[in-house]
């Protein structure tokens, strides 16, 4: 187990931007010790996993493209973004939320709760939410000026008495949390919870969904925020890395 996880390691070295690598730049970057790196390597070579160049440099062999293009046709976001859901929940102890949009509002498709003792009752999986609320929704409302022109307007409901419901203090909010890159809510869908939401993109660059994590307020402040605005942007990112990587759908 432990050879496979170190050749795994040394697989994730190859990509797009640095796709052949020396014995010497692989044993710097892997920390590993170069007779582990040049048996790993030749043994990679013999499944045919790897190459090596007319130099001697290795690079990675037509296998591993096929079985990646496979694995990302099959691929949706849900099971793109449960890995990172997972550790969220188990890193801050909240739920975790996936949302997608859709015309009545933000669905959520996926939920995982955590170890904390909160329970958000209302947000479940198949819950359509209102886009002018909590952190999820109003991350994509941000990100959509098809969803804006759809949405914004001067009669929207107000849910706790923190609900932004006015177009000129809602559009002055939605241009900072699109600025950001994330959004935090804070007791403006239901009282004494607080979240924190990141955008995922497709590969247009149109917003396919959000990506949170919610709790009680109070872990929602200073530190603490700070730790889980990086964990869920980081989450973000990762699943727009897949999403945009996808064969685009003919």
């Known amino acids: 187990m432990g050879a496979v996880l170190k050749a795994c390691a040394l697989l994730e070295n190859f990509g797009a931007d ?7 730049e692989l044993t710097a970057a892997s920390g590993m010790n170069k007779t582990t790196v040049h048996r790993l390597m030749a043994t990679l070579i013999h499944a045919g996993w790897v190459d090596r160049t ?4 290795y690079r990675i062999a037509m296998p591993v493209f096929e079985v990646g293009s496979a694995a990302l046709i099959k691929l949706d976001i849900r099971s793109a973004a449960r890995p990172l859901m997972v550790q969220l929940a188990e890193a801050f102890g909240d739920t975790a939320y996936l949302m997608v949009p859709a015309e009545q509002g933000a669905v959520c498709i996926d939920r995982l ?6 329970i958000v009752a209302g947000i479940n999986i198949g819950s359509v939410m209102p886009y002018h609320a909590a952190a999820g929704p109003i991350v994509m409302l941000a990100n959509s000026e098809d969803i804006r022109t759809q949405w914004i307007r001067d009669d929207l409901p107000s849910f706790t008495d923190r609900t932004l419901t006015d177009v000129e203090g809602l559009t002055a909010h939605l241009e900072s949390v699109r600025e950001a890159g994330y959004s935090v809510s804070d007791s403006d869908y239901l009282a004494g919870v607080a979240a924190v939401a990141a955008p995922i993109f497709g590969r247009a660059g149109a917003i396919v969904a959000s990506i949170s994590i919610g709790g009680r307020v109070e872990s929602f402040q200073g530190a603490a925020l700070d730790e889980r605005v990086d964990g869920v942007l980081d989450a973000a990112a990762r699943v727009t890395r897949v999403m945009q990587a996808l064969p685009q759908q003919g």
């Not at 640095?18 to 010497?24: E, K, Q, S």
């Not at 007319?54 to 440099?57: F, K, M, Q, R």
């Open 113 to 118: 709760e955590g170890k904390n003792p909160l």
């Open 54 to 57: 007319g130099e001697g440099a």
């Open 18 to 24: 640095r796709p052949v690598w020396t014995l010497n």
